[in-house]
């Protein structure tokens, strides 16, 4: 039996002692390598594959940590991992968590930042080429940017500098067609201009910015990449190196269903199938319902995604009713500043949104919609504990939304409650309104007196009252549950409102109760418990609050941290009990 090649390799300068015929074995050693561990684990399936031969060619010719290479979202640098050391993350199962799926300098020299959002390495490459020059080292710097990352205002940006600088940057533009789904907007029609001419048309926007620019038709096949890199390798000026290459390559699932494979639960290798669908009602559907019924009721409402259709399943819409449906690609601040101009005209735009990239139109949703009062409506999805990288954190969007003026955050604790602040914010005309989609299993009861901006009160205790947030409720009851086996009645309340606190009922509580706790599934630094602890600082009431650190969590289970946190109802029954022991 032929002995791997990868076993030879332990870094980077041990590629340079191969043969082409040795390299591409080592391609296909690799990519059958990221297959059987993507499969068991999930991950980023489709950009990994598309990128393998372009990785070891890099890899080969440059000198890295000499030459640096910065990774776009770096949800592509799987190979880059495999052959800069770490490949016993995916050579053993017992190792398989032993790396984030994301570059990390505390890992590797061979890292130079933590990155997991897009559009952010041609800034940071041009930044680290104008500190080499001004130190006066040596050594390539080279930017790795899908062609969907263009989408973003940043990327951009960074054009606009790099094309200014006067010595070596390398932009290598992984030209596939794709972004997370399809790529939306206006430089995309260039692109594949640029791609059916194989480089040659007169309209080039890269060009256009003032670079050097040269393209590569096969962006999979090593002999092409190895000569590429060997043409732009110490260039003394900012080159654009444009290479088409295919999302998915060499595993035909995710070829045939690129967006499906762009990220990927656990699968079956053989079929591609997934390996536990979830097959029960979501929350997704709820809002899905709810869309179709403000439609019939001739509420003009659209719907805006920045490249995640797939996170709310938007497609399903947008194949309904394509004139009401955009996605702007990968531009988050677009998509609130359009959803503003939409509902300055009349229109009710919902923007769909996950908290952890939300977070990159902070100014827009403050500026644009905060200060104009605009009725534009966000939903929120990821709020919850969670770990798998520092960069996709989903506890910081309750302090980021709920401190700007003039906007709502409602957190909904059943369908009943999600499907009415969807019709009460599309609605409502005071200014924007942000719902916060529960994180849990899809829970459902009746839904009485609903007044979205007020506390509901689901069980009338005394001595403990019980602030379950969101997601959390059914953790308040669990509380409520086990204090009640020790003689304790606590009340139970349904938040709703977690921007503007509900102060009459807040103020009722004080007449037969002298601790409240709060729960949230978010950070406590900023967030609602924080506002609740405020409100009673000046009175006898205690306060307990429960929620996550101020932190970026990286690589920790979700019950770890929820133990670690409190989060679990032994010990928020617990640490009640020690309370009221200090009020006798």
């Not at 060009?207 to 620019?213: A, E, H, M, P």
């Not at 390559?249 to 199938?273: C, M, R, S």
């Not at 599934?521 to 405020?534: C, D, P, Q």
């Amino acid at each position: 039996m032929e002995t791997p090649i990868l076993q030879r390799i332990n870094q980077p300068a041990d590629l340079k002692q191969l043969s082409l015929p040795e390299l591409t074995q080592l391609a296909a050693e690799i990519r059958q390598l990221l297959l059987n561990k993507v499969s068991q684990t999930g991950g980023h399936v489709g950009p990994n594959l598309g990128v393998v031969e372009l990785t070891i060619a890099f890899h080969t010719i440059f000198n890295s940590p000499t030459d640096k290479v910065v990774w776009d979202v770096s949800h592509q640098s799987y190979t880059h991992k495999i052959l800069t050391g770490r490949k016993q993350a995916w050579l053993e199962a017992d190792h398989y968590e032993d790396v984030s799926g994301y570059t990390a300098p505390e890992e590797s020299p061979h890292d130079y930042f933590n990155i997991g959002h897009t559009s952010t390495s041609i800034a940071l490459a041009t930044g680290m080429a104008v500190a080499r020059d001004l130190q006066g080292k040596a050594g390539n710097v080279m930017a790795v940017i899908g062609d969907g990352s263009l989408s973003g205002g940043l990327a951009l940006e960074g054009l606009n500098i790099a094309a200014t600088l006067k010595s070596n940057l390398i932009i290598l533009v992984n030209d596939n067609g794709m972004s997370i789904a399809e790529d939306h907007g206006g430089l995309y029609g260039n692109l594949r201009e640029l791609r059916e001419t194989k480089g040659t048309s007169s309209h080039n926007l890269f060009k256009d910015f003032g670079f050097d620019y040269q393209y590569v038709d096969d962006g999979n096949d090593l002999a092409t990449m190895l000569a590429a890199f060997k043409a732009v390798k110490d260039s003394d000026h900012p080159v654009i190196l444009h290479v088409h290459t295919e999302k998915g390559h060499g595993y035909q699932p995710a070829i045939t269903n690129k967006e499906a494979f762009h990220w990927h639960v656990p699968f079956d290798l053989q079929t591609g199938q997934t390996l536990h669908p979830n097959t029960n009602e979501s929350y997704v559907d709820v809002i899905h319902a709810t869309l179709e019924k403000e439609l019939a009721d001739q509420t003009p409402i659209t719907a805006i995604t920045a490249a995640i259709p797939g996170g709310y399943d938007l497609k399903r819409f947008g194949r309904l009713h394509p004139e009401r449906y955009f996605d702007v690609g990968i531009a988050e601040q677009e998509s609130i500043t359009f959803a503003a101009g939409q509902a300055q005209q009349g229109l009710r735009p919902i923007v769909f949104h996950s908290g952890t990239f939300l977070q990159r139109a902070y100014d827009q949703l403050s500026h644009d919609l905060g200060i104009n009062k605009l009725p534009v409506t966000i939903m929120v999805s990821g709020g919850r504990i969670s770990a798998g990288d520092p960069t996709h954190q989903g506890v910081f969007d309750v302090a980021m939304l709920s401190n700007i003026p003039n906007l709502t955050y409602l957190a909904p604790t059943t369908k009943e409650e999600l499907a009415a602040m969807m019709h009460w914010s599309l609605q409502q005309t005071d200014g924007p309104v942000a719902i916060r989609v529960p994180s849990n299993g899809v829970h459902s009861a009746p839904l009485a007196d609903f007044k979205p901006t007020q506390m509901r009160t689901l069980h009338t205790g005394h001595q403990v009252a019980l602030l379950g947030v969101g997601s959390l409720l059914p953790l308040a009851e669990s509380v409520q549950l086990q204090l009640a086996a020790k003689h304790i009645d606590a009340t139970v309340i349904d938040p709703r409102n977690i921007s503007d606190l509900d102060t009459t009922t807040l103020a009722q509580l004080k007449a037969d109760h002298q601790l409240v706790v709060t729960l949230e599934e978010a950070s406590l630094s900023g967030g609602f418990g924080e506002k609740v602890s405020r409100y009673y600082g000046d009175s006898p009431m205690r306060v307990l609050t429960f929620g996550a650190a101020k932190r970026f969590n990286d690589r920790e289970t979700t019950e770890e941290l929820l133990h670690e946190f409190k989060l679990t109802p032994d010990q928020i029954v617990a640490d009640v009990q020690a309370q009221l022991a200090t009020l006798k």
